[in-house]
């Protein structure tokens, strides 16, 4: 799923990770269409008589990996009839009207009708009963290979009678981009949405039925082909043993994704030129370098370089990524997410906002998580400020009051009169637990950690009645806000708590530390740092671990156990060391500098 609209359409080249692999098969992997076709022949061949399931993530290109397979069996000398998965939805108008509660139209608590509930009945929900019956029945009768092509294609209804199953995956970004380019109708639709309600639609139903069926999938190893599905005229495809054995070697080393790059109306510049992202961006706001749901995994494993969601390496092998009590606490998610926010230089700060718990997710949305968030001082430059919770003094119904004034009126708010500012210097870490109020000041870059949120849910309270990048207001949420308001948050909590809350060293050494720079109840994650010199070593004691770079050029991050399991780390990249590394080190590969790794654990 994904809130993700405006993705800038840019791959970062250095977002990637060399990993050999022995014992795997790369011989297995095609990349040119004839192959595919001869892998799939086989296939077909040996089913003589059955169903050629083929399904994926939201944009996959349907129509020609359908006419692929059909090339494939007729070219065996099989018999072959393709059914569209699009046939089998109920009427366009059944469904609009049953998902209607699930994405309200109400514009007084959400203007721009941005938030709704999960869809919660699966492609069952979706489909017509009756039709897919009859395409089972008919894939009996018929004396040669039916190929179900589509979304839901392996759902529950039709993978019980699956004999070959295909899963053609797009990463996060690749199908927000597809969408935008109008090269998605939503299941069940019988005219194309504008791209915004189409978005919601997917965040709501399309994206999540993907998600959610690709992860059980995976869960159960449950495929027999996997194909990477990004470029239509460049497919990857493999057994589904040679992607698991790929992803699972892929988690014996320290790992960095590919990041994805937004524009914003409060975006800076400080990433922009320490990552030489292209000239033609207007800003860089947001950079999500590690938001699960929305980012990939580069591998370039000998001559091969292959993309896959990040999902789809965690559903592949969770456990060795995760920890064994990870996965039993979140379900096979991962709890915790990352990206940069960039105001460095920028016209604004960001809006004045907060987030929601738990409870009213899951009462309101049909969302799992909550929405904790840290902010880690990374760069600052002149007057940088983070506004955190209210001052002592705060009169928060005149507050309410004016906001709301605001919202209707356009007048300005004098924010400042009731906003805790919080003087940002690189190395302080606040923490905002759900319903707290807080925005980023500009000039400066900041280290964004939050906790499990699938999706992403910010109420933005005032906004200092900007426009967006296309000329339109950007909309307000005083409704939701307010629910979720935590009017307790003043100064005296904010300084007391969440302010390099709980700092202590933890340990130390001739020239290194480990110490807390953000501990609270509310959390459920440690934030440290790692300073150190030559070098320091660290053990994931079954836990994965996250390091920033946050000072310093360059470090070497192995494995003590085998040293070549490696990744070298530029500064502010963002790595993983799975749960199952055990004992690493981190070398510095400048020596005479100081070295300052943020680390981001599960509090345990």
Known sequence: MSFMFNPYPYDDPRAVNKITAPGVDLSTVKTCPTCIKAEIAAAAKKIGKGIIAIDGYVTAPFALLADLVKEACEEAGLAVSVVCTRTL?????????????????????????????????????????????????????????????????????????????????????????????????????????????????????????????????????????????????????????????????????PFRCKPVYLEGVWGGYYTMK?????????????????????VSTVLEVGDLKLEFPYYTLIGANGEKLLGEQCVKDFHGYFPIRFNFDDTFHSSGNMSIQLHPGEQFLKENSNELGRQDESYYIVATAQDAKTYLGFKQDADIDQFLADIKRSETEHTEVDYQKYINGVESKPGVQVMIPHGTIHASGRNQLILEIGSLTVGSYTYKMYDYLRKDLDGNPRPIHSYYGEMNLNRDMREDYVYANLVNGGKRTLRKGDDWEEYVVGECDRLYFSLRNEKFGEKIEDDTNGDFHVLTLVDGEEVEIRSKKDPSLSFTQKFLDIVVVPASMGEYE???????????????MLKR
Request: proline residues 5%; glycine residues 4%.
């Open 89 to 253: 939805a109920r009427p366009s108008d059944e469904l609009k009207a049953e998902l209607a509660p699930y994405l309200p139209e109400d514009r007084v608590k959400d203007p721009v009708l941005l938030y709704g509930k999960i869809w919660d009945k699966g492609y069952h929900g979706l489909m017509d009963q009756e039709k897919v019956a009859a395409v089972l029945d008919a894939a009996k009768a018929f004396d040669g290979i039916t190929v179900i092509v589509g979304n839901g294609a392996l759902s529950e209804d039709l993978i019980v009678a699956a004999d070959y199953k295909v899963w053609a995956d797009i990463t996060p970004k690749m199908a927000v981009l597809n969408v935008k380019k109008g090269n998605y109708l939503n299941y069940g639709c019988d005219e194309e949405l504008p791209f915004k309600q189409a978005m919601r639609r997917n965040y709501y139903a399309d994206f999540d039925l993907s998600f959610s069926l690709r992860k059980k999938l995976l869960e159960n190893d449950n495929l027999d082909l996997y194909i990477a599905a990004d470029k239509p005229d460049a497919l990857v495809a493999m057994p589904y043993s040679t992607m698991k054995a790929l992803l699972l070697r892929a988690t014996d080393y």
């Open 274 to 294: 320490e990552r030489n992202l292209p000239r033609e961006m207007k800003n860089a706001a947001w950079i999500f370098d590690l938001i699960p749901m929305e």
């Open 586 to 600: 981190i070398i510095n590969k400048k020596p005479g500098t100081i070295i300052v790794e943020h680390k981001t």
